[in-house]
């Protein structure tokens, strides 16, 4: 296998470069929209698990990863508490990690790409990745997925070049990567199976001088470096039935793994114009199947580990920003697909389609959101409520976790589950509530009521979904009290509701 065979010749070269400035514009339109402008809005649920973790210093982070399973890849939180310690705690700056690391992981991309199959190749591999929906929403959010990202290819590219040069060096550079790459997120390590079947393809073909028993030395190395890991891992295993909530996949979110929905709909619109107005004939110039066949396994693997988990075993963890490794190997393999469209007026006119939908339907129809609640302005609106420290503020926590009675008096757990009202100063005395309202819960709110809120004028229910649920219990139970709802707001789906006797009113 050449990993340079896809790449145009030296006639063709200074076209393509030429052909692949064009793609540049959308490229960095996509990246502001839909990756830097949402930097600045408020966190969701998940990024404020992640910021608990980090808030009270490396002490308390070491404790609360092992604990929290949305907070547990050290090596991030350590580059976040760094880069706070240096420009603030904003949400922007607690963001700013990820994003580098994305731009970091572009850079990774288009070097892959333009050894395998040259510049056009790389641009388009660059606006796929950039606009796939699984990497926009971790691209710039306050949790490891982006890093994870970064290692992975960095460990491909680095595999590659040893393959491809059979030197020490990127030996080294591969079994730390590699190695690393669990760390952001164990689920990551199904990378694993890509760089076997990569190496193994390689050494069939005969086309490496690295043997298998250098590869199985690195491995071994690697699992080496896995060993600090494994304690936490099983400590989360045994949490399992707390954390985990995802449902198995249907066909259709299978397919959208491996082939972004965005890009395949921008394709077909960019067609349907292009054959309104043709004035030439379209042509895909073949591509190397050799390495189609490695971007494709890039693009499935980690995918279908995560399926087959789910079948063999009872965890099922199928979810965009699990599996989202494969998004470097997805873009890699749309790139060399598209970096011959013919005429090329066609592949600017798709570039462009792409940018603008994905700032359409990930920006604007969005709202630009990166955390997709507005907890931000929930606290904003508790805070114009509440004008006694001591007034109750029952927060619905919309972690798995909060389903488990028991964390709802767990002295840390319980903070945790308090993290989105926490991180936006939230006044008032803060309780939490469990995620839905089960007969268990049930009973937990009644001694909530009886022993505390019933004694307040005024107490404020503030949460997901579920708070509507609380909602209406509430005011079958509080309305014997003499409480009444005076004011319910609704904050991009964290709602605020506010209790009150009517003599506190007076």
Not at 32 to 39: E, N, R
Not at 399 to 411: A, F, G, H, K, R
Request: glycine share 8%.
């Amino acid at each position: 296998m050449n990993t340079s065979a896809g790449v145009p010749g030296v006639s063709s070269l200074d076209a393509a470069h030429a052909e692949a400035r064009h793609l540049w514009p959308p490229l960095i339109l996509s990246v502001l929209a839909v990756w830097v402008v949402p930097m600045g809005s408020s966190m969701g649920l998940d990024e404020s698990g992640n910021w608990w973790v980090i808030k009270d210093g490396i002490s308390a982070m070491l404790q609360r990863a092992d604990l929290w399973s949305g907070g547990q890849s050290v090596p991030f939180n350590l580059v976040v508490m760094g880069t706070s310690q240096v420009a603030g705690d904003s949400d922007f700056v607690l963001r700013l990690p990820s994003l580098l690391m994305m731009l970091a992981t572009l850079v990774l991309i288009h070097r892959i790409a333009l050894r395998w199959a040259g510049p056009l190749a790389a641009a388009f591999s660059c606006l796929a990745f950039v606009t796939m929906r699984e990497v926009i929403h971790v691209a710039s959010v306050l949790r490891p997925f982006a890093m994870g990202i970064l290692l992975a290819t960095g460990a491909m590219l680095a595999l590659i070049r040893w393959l491809d040069r059979g030197r020490f060096r990127d030996a080294a550079v591969y079994t730390i990567l590699a190695a690393l790459t669990p760390y952001a997120n164990y689920l990551h390590g199904s990378m694993f199976l890509v760089h076997a079947i990569y190496a193994g393809m390689r050494m069939y073909r005969k086309d490496t001088l690295v043997k298998p028993a250098a590869i199985v030395t690195a491995w071994a190395a690697c699992g080496l470096m896995l060993i600090p890991l494994l304690r936490q891992a099983l400590a989360l295993y045994s949490r399992r039935g707390q954390a985990l909530y995802l449902s198995p996949p249907n066909l259709e979110q299978a397919a959208a793994s491996i082939a972004p929905p965005l890009l395949l709909g921008a394709m077909v619109l960019a067609l349907c114009l292009y054959l309104l107005t043709k004035r030439a004939p379209l042509r895909i110039a073949d591509a190397d199947p050799d390495l189609l066949w490695v971007a494709a396994l890039w693009a499935i693997i980690p995918p279908l580990t995560l399926i087959a988990l789910g079948i063999f075993t009872d965890i099922q963890v199928f979810a965009g920003r699990y599996y989202v490794v494969n998004a470097p190997g997805a873009a890699l393999l749309a790139g060399m697909l598209l970096r011959s469209l013919d005429p090329p007026k066609f592949g600017r006119a798709l570039a462009l389609t792409v940018a603008i939908c994905a700032t359409l339907y990930y920006g604007f129809q969005e709202g630009f959101l990166r955390g997709l609640f507005d907890y931000r302005g929930a606290a904003e609106d508790v805070a114009q409520l509440i004008r006694d420290p001591g007034t109750p503020v029952v927060v619905v926590a919309g972690y798995t976790e909060s389903n488990y009675l028991p964390n709802m008096t767990d002295p840390l757990i319980s903070q945790a589950l308090l993290a989105p009202a926490l991180r936006y100063h939230t006044p008032g005395r803060l309780i939490p509530a469990p995620g839905m309202l089960t007969p268990e819960a049930e009973g937990y709110m009644e001694r909530l009521f009886t022993e505390t809120l019933q004694h307040q004028p005024k107490f404020v229910l503030t949460g997901l979904l579920g708070a509507e649920f609380y909602r209406a219990w509430l005011a079958g139970r509080a309305a014997s009290s003499g409480f009444r709802m005076r004011s319910r707001t609704d904050h991009s789906g964290v709602l605020v509701m506010e209790f009150e006797t009517d003599g506190a009113r007076q």
